[in-house]
Every structure is written in structure tokens, then in C-alpha cells.
T-cell receptor, first 114, second 115 residues
């Protein structure tokens, strides 16, 4: 594809609901990253995959957050029992040459928890 | 972990003037420094990056300088145009160790270029 694709672009959920956010990286990109961007802030790292292996999940804020990339391509970020503080833009980035390459971002999913 | 500070938080310039955004970092292991431009509601777009073995890099109207000793790096935009208006983020990354691959971002600079 032409770039990193994320869906949905916008998601509104009630507090306590579960949500799933999808990321389609650039074809052939080995590494995939999830970041959380609060309003007026820079992105903050959540987790990192190399192919299907989740190499770093230390940025996930709680055990309600879970990410997977089972076939080494598409990734899903799941948030269980959502809370208002989960409201943010969730950005996905991919990189061709592993952890050391430039990261290219998608447009993000804007999540609003009511 | 790494801490990236970015200044100023807002910057207004007249079209044709230059703009400079400065960042500092704390982790001497950081060796890769990208800059992203983010327009409202859009994705962060990589505009230029520099590695620690290089002191300066230029791409048309955009340049980045790096001072490893002082742990700071700067973005320079010359001959600014209204379409340069956006939020600019600096970031730092260490390509080894437990934080492999992770980008640490500054808080952003809102650049406004007045016609």
C-alpha cells in the first residue's frame, strides 16, 4: 500500500466498553509500533513488534491494553473496560529495516470515551 | 529513560523569514534524531532525520544540526511559506539497549507563518 493505514479513523465508546483498533503497515515493513498521542502532546510509545514477535510492551499503561500481530503484518490494539483517560489519538508506525529504520506513521485513530 | 525537551512551544514568523526549533535530550545512548511535521488531524510526517555520526544535514529549505557534546539538536527552516505552518516534533532514539526502536518525542512546536 501507499502508506500505513489505520481504522477506524474515529471511535466513540462508552466507559467500560472494549475497543479494537487496527493497523495495516506498509507492505514488507518488518517493524510496527503503537504510540498514544494526548491532545497537545507528542506521541508516547506503547509497544513494538518485529514481525509477529512483540519485543517491547513496556509502554502499555495498564493490563487493559493488549496488542497483537499474529501473522507479522496487520496489528490490532485492544483496550478493555475503557476509561475516560484512554481518550487520545492512537498512532501506528512501521519501519522497513527493523528497529533502526525511519518510522512512517498512519493517520491514527481518535478514540473518545464518554 | 530518555527525556526530550523542545522549545519554543509556539513560534510565529513572517513569510520568508527563518524559523529555528531547538531540542535537548538526556540519554547519551541516543543516536538517531528525526523531525516530524504534523498538520491538524493528519499523520506525523517525517521531514528530516540525522544520525549521531553526522553534525549537520540539509534538504532544500530544511536543515538539522546536532551537538552530541551538549546533547542538543535543532531544526532550521529558511524562506518560510504559509504551508510550513504545522506542529513540529523532534524525537530521539537509541539503536541499542532495552529501548531499541522506541522514539521519545518532544512536546511539539506550533509554527505559524504569516503571509
Amino acid at each position: 500500500g501507499a502508506g500505513v493505514s489505520q481504522s477506524p479513523r474515529y471511535k466513540v465508546a462508552k466507559r467500560g466498553q472494549d475497543v479494537a483498533l487496527r493497523c495495516d503497515p506498509i507492505s514488507g515493513h518488518v517493524s510496527l509500533f503503537w504510540y498514544q498521542q494526548a491532545l497537545g502532546q507528542g506521541p508516547e510509545f506503547l509497544t513494538y513488534f518485529q514481525n509477529e514477535a512483540q519485543l517491547d510492551k513496556s509502554g502499555l499503561p495498564s493490563d487493559r491494553f493488549f496488542a497483537e500481530r499474529p501473522e507479522g503484518s496487520v496489528s490490532t490494539l485492544k483496550i478493555q473496560r475503557t476509561q475516560q483517560e484512554d481518550s487520545a489519538v492512537y498512532l501506528c508506525a512501521s519501519s522497513f529495516t527493523g528497529s533502526m529504520g525511519p518510522q512512517h506513521f498512519g493517520d491514527g485513530t481518535r478514540l473518545s470515551i464518554l | 529513560g530518555e527525556n526530550v525537551e523542545q522549545h519554543p512551544s509556539t513560534l510565529s514568523v513572517q513569510e520568508g523569514d527563518s524559523a529555528v526549533i531547538k531540542c535537548t535530550y538526556s540519554d547519551s545512548a541516543s543516536n538517531y534524531f528525526p523531525w516530524y511535521k504534523q498538520e491538524l488531524g493528519k499523520r506525523p510526517q517525517l521531514i528530516i532525520d540525522i544520525r549521531s555520526n553526522v553534525g549537520e544535514k540539509k534538504d532544500q529549505r530544511i536543515a538539522v544540526t546536532l551537538n552530541k557534546t551538549a546533547k542538543h539538536f535543532s531544526l532550521h527552516i529558511t524562506e518560510t511559506q504559509p504551508e510550513d505552518s504545522a506542529v513540529y516534533f523532534c524525537a530521539a532514539r537509541a539503536d541499542r539497549g532495552s529501548t531499541l526502536g522506541r522514539l521519545y518525542f518532544g512536546r511539539g512546536t506550533q509554527l505559524t507563518v504569516w503571509p
